[in-house]
């Protein structure tokens, strides 16, 4: 079983729609949580942290579920801009700075 | 100022030659990591450096030997690669270990030819 599964889509909704991402996590010692978003040949950059509160940053929602070992992503109004592979991210309690990548979802908005 | 620097953008070299990578942080970041990324897959850690000492080594072969001179610069130095190992070859950055909102740069292009 992958540490960081991600349902890699790919995704193809038209401009203004809703889309969400999810991602489970396996190690129930994870430490923090994130959403990268890679354009096609560009170096990934970080979306958004991911806390147990839930945050929300713009049309991007982002929520944690620690018992259910689950994180989303929601994109709101989505613009053709959007399109990009987002890549949910999880490091460990142990502190070694390591990233855990899911295999990332690819989403392409059309008009 | 999130910005990491890497040089070369792109780099083609022959399995003989012997190159260097090198990645640059102004953000005070005392951690830094090079990965390395295939196409249509995520990038794979390959080393770690905390307080300028390597910290993890994720089994790499030691064609790929890594470098931190000081706590703003990190290379890469290639020697004898195979054709398998053309990538994109990506520097990051964080301010430590447990707060590892890292930041990337944009990555060096390599060809083994």
């Known amino acids: 079983r992958k540490e960081v599964e991600q349902d890699p889509g790919p995704f193809n909704v038209p401009e203004g729609a809703t889309v969400a991402f999810n991602c489970t996590y396996s190690?129930?010692?994870?430490?923090?949580f994130f959403w990268y978003r890679q354009d096609c040949r560009k170096e990934p950059k970080l979306l958004m942290s991911?806390?147990?509160s839930g945050n929300e940053d713009g049309r991007f929602t982002a929520q944690l579920n620690r018992a259910s070992q689950y994180i989303s992503l929601l994109i709101r109004d989505s613009k053709l801009s959007d399109s990009a592979t987002y890549l949910c991210v999880v490091t460990l309690w142990s502190n070694t700075g390591k990233l855990i990548f899911g295999q990332g979802t690819t989403l392409q908005v059309k008009p | 100022d999130t910005e990491v620097t890497q040089t070369p953008k792109h780099l083609v070299m022959g399995m003989t030659n012997k190159k260097s990578l090198k990645c640059e942080q102004h953000m005070g970041h005392r951690a830094m990591y090079w990965y390395k990324q295939k196409a249509k897959k995520p990038p794979e850690l390959m080393f770690v450096?905390?307080?300028?000492?390597?910290?993890i080594n994720e089994s790499v072969p030691s064609r790929f030997s890594p470098e931190c001179p000081n706590s703003s610069l990190l290379n890469l130095h290639l020697h004898a690669l195979q054709p398998e190992d053309s990538a994109l070859y990506l520097c990051a950055s964080s301010q430590g270990l447990s707060y590892t909102e890292a930041f990337f740069g944009q990555g060096t292009r390599l060809t083994v030819v």
């Open positions: 450096y905390s307080y300028e000492k390597l910290s």
């Open positions: 991911v806390y147990s």
């Open positions: 190690n129930s010692a994870s430490q923090s």
